[in-house]
């Protein structure tokens, strides 16, 4: 059976290659026209004390977060079948691996998500920072890093879905749907407070798209999934080790069909660049400082390592495992924030000098 009616039967990893097409897409053009930046989200907050970026993620997360336990609910998934329930959680990997790449995201200028929009805009130095950035996921995932970071960061699989809602449930004896509702509507409400934002129905429709961009991931390889007997992962966006297996994909996968990690980044790109086309903002750039490139490949360089440590990035965690409520999801994205306040913070002190 294909996802696609009306289509011939093509291979499971080629329809969850579509799947991630259609969430890049989706998610990197609605980022774009909605001033979605975790790297900015932050940086404005800390430094210029604007917190418009900040109440941007809060719509994308609550509706990421709704979306998603409405879809486990109405058995369109199983929350518990993603790799944020399917695997342990680890408090040290979420806390270390988020310092580092949060540390690495504020010298480089972006996480591996905004890379690929900026990208998308023109931007020749976040096409640098990507591939640097995959290669140095990969290095840590299955390359000379990998046996060391087994033995400090094991990865345990374990049975049943656990997490905050679960945990709530059971104390508050609301069902975990009801714990999702009220921490989204919460989110969202508080995004919408923001003036600037209210006012602006791009900003908040670009927002909702965003969050259920994640929901459209996990229903589309939830189905492929169970058609295919499990043959690929239930999986949502994440951009650390996905930008690794399409650099691997590029190089070495002749004749074989694109898998969703694949689909999701070049969809991401596409969707960004069209977005910028259609606000007539694309412009070419580049590096003129080779000093700040070289900070940019080494804060590049510890998103890798840090992403794989921590089971995801900013979008990988922050947004996709908050949405299914997993303990990681929040306290990494925690990890990741003041490690890009330490970063940023040393990147100022730098500059008085």
């Given at each position: ?272 660049f069209l977005a910028t086309k259609w606000r007539r903002t ?72």
């Amino acid at each position: 059976m294909t996802f696609f009616p009306g289509i011939p039967a093509i291979s499971p990893d080629a329809q969850a290659g579509l799947v991630g097409l259609a969430v890049g897409l989706l998610i990197g053009g609605a980022a774009r026209l909605a001033d979605f930046c975790t790297l900015s989200a932050i940086e404005t907050a800390v430094l210029g004390r604007d917190y418009r970026r900040i109440h941007i993620w809060g719509i994308a997360l609550g509706s990421a977060i709704i979306g998603t336990h409405m879809a486990d609910a109405a058995g369109l998934m199983n929350i518990s079948s993603s790799v944020y329930h399917a695997i342990a959680w680890n408090p040290f990997a979420s806390i270390i691996g988020g310092l580092i790449f949060g540390y690495g995201m504020a010298l480089a200028g972006n996480c591996g998500f905004g890379a690929l929009i900026r990208a998308g805009g023109g931007d020749i130095r976040s096409i640098v920072i990507v591939v640097v950035l995959g290669i140095s996921a990969y290095f840590t995932l299955a390359g000379p890093f990998g046996p060391l970071r087994n033995r400090l960061f094991p990865q345990e699989v374990q049975d049943g879905s656990h997490g905050i809602a679960i945990g709530l449930s059971s104390l508050l004896g609301v069902s975990p749907l009801g714990i999702a509702a009220l921490i989204g509507t919460a989110l969202i409400a508080l995004g919408l407070r923001h003036p600037q934002v209210r006012r602006s129905s791009v900003t908040i429709i670009g927002a909702v798209v965003v969050g259920l961009s994640v929901v459209l991931a996990f229903v589309g390889t939830s189905f492929v999934a169970n058609e295919s007997l499990d043959a690929v992962l239930v999986e949502g966006p994440s951009y650390t080790t996905p930008i690794g297996r399409t650099i691997l994909y590029l190089m070495t996968s002749t004749g074989t069909m694109p898998s969703f990690s694949v689909g999701l980044v070049g969809g991401t790109l596409a969707g960004a660049f069209l977005a910028t086309k259609w606000r007539r903002t694309f412009h070419w750039e580049a590096c003129d400082d080779p000093r700040e490139l070289g900070r940019q490949l080494g804060g590049a360089v510890l998103m890798g390592v840090g992403g794989v440590i921590a089971l995801g990035c900013t979008i990988g965690l922050g947004l996709t495992a908050t949405a299914t409520l997993a303990w990681a999801g929040p306290v990494t994205l925690g990890a990741i924030a003041i490690g890009t306040y330490v970063g940023l913070v040393h990147l100022v002190a730098g500059s008085d000098d």
